[in-house]
């Protein structure tokens, strides 16, 4: 019942063995899950269009019938999608069914503008930049900044950080300063440090200092992180040039229930205990461990998110046991959150910036899934052959000579970009998976009919159609490119 994750899956395995026997099975296959796809998109959308006609004409949350509501929400659903002739169908019902009749609040709904701006958007979304970018051109400048924006998360996605700098040239728009953080941190991680800082220096760029400065000491070059954590103001800035305490005293200062905060406060423990590890400052280290289970332990918390939040505290205590190569039990704290696949990335990375091979090696091997096990090892060979350890360097390409005969038969090493294509389509179904209409859509239904009003389900059950549909779009996408 999940074709599009079926269908990437099926494609990672066409990309790792193109001439198997069933292949053209296989891509039969691929085909009718798509129609299916399609099928089920058109499927939901009816569903949520027969719930609108059940609703009372009666005035809504905006005063125009709750009847009209919800068509025009169905409408802006199915423009995502670039469905604009279907779009106009609901539209259509929303204005014959509205209460007090106003145009201004279906003109914008109905302007194509409008309408090829929200489509390039899903566009970029789905890895099409250059037909969001073809859009782009034609927009005028009130709808230019949002997809802009859209276009540059996409290429920073996808690392393509030459586009990225064309695109600033080309487009003169301010951005946000959390765009801006991204985006020199984008450079910051590939080595490119004169166009990080570049995007420091412009407006609503002092926070990127931040992540320019941890970008440096990461890399072992602790006199520029302290110069650019001189020129911000982030907590991890003031830990870097000195200043940890006041970064303490800041965040202890929180209140936990923000929402604002979206357990930011509980993640930069982790960060501060991995810079503080990196300055060789133990103690200060161990502090920022033991305050972030005081910071925890406020009241307010709703019971499922003191679950997680005391799963960062856990998180917090593992740069600490990587510093006495103890990856076993820093592997065991990282089972209580939901994103643990990052935090095993980001730990292992620590592991080996930090010279901790063994705690390294331990945290790789806890990788379910063999690709990310494989690349996290050979990241751990290449630590052992620099420091001209034989023995473990020996040790390591046996093991993953195993490996990689265990889950590549057949594997041409010839043909590198056989891994790079398997790799894009096994990236992409976890990343629709993480979409619960995506990879459990009975799921998704029943919490909508459970939880949402009547005025609400159609609208929620369009936005799974709609969600439906870009996975669609992305795999399309996708399948032009990587063909």
Known sequence: GNELLADAWFRAYLGAVPQAANADEVRAEIARLEKATEEKVQLLFKQAEDLAELLPLQKGEFGYGRRADAFKSIAEYKIDLGDFKGADEDLNKAKRYAVNYQDWYFSLVSDPEYRAYLFAKTLAEAGDTDGALSILDKLKANNKKDL??????????FKDLEAVKTLLQTNKVELEYWEIRSIAGAFAEAGDYATAESCAREKNGEPAYGNLAEAHLYSGNVSEAIRCARLSNTWVAMAIRGEADAAFQEMMAVDPTNPYYAMGVEQTFIALTQVLLLLDDLKTAQKAAALSAQFVSKAGYHPARKKIALGYVELAKAPLDIEKEKGSEAVRRMEAVPDKIEWQRDLCNFAIRRGKLAAAEKIADSFTESRERIEFLRQVLAAYESKNDRANAGRLTKKLTGLLA???????????????????????????????????????ISEIKKNRSPDEMPCYIAYGAETIGKGLLKIRFMDRIYR
Do not use: F
């Open 148 to 157: 802009i924006s859209a276009i540059l998360v996409a290429m920073i996605g």
């Open 406 to 444: 265990d889950v590549q038969p057949g594997w041409d090493p010839e043909n590198p970009g056989r891994e790079i294509v398997v790799n894009a389509w096994m990236d992409a179904a976890y990343k629709l998976s993480e979409e619960t209409a995506l990879s459990d859509l009975p799921a998704c």
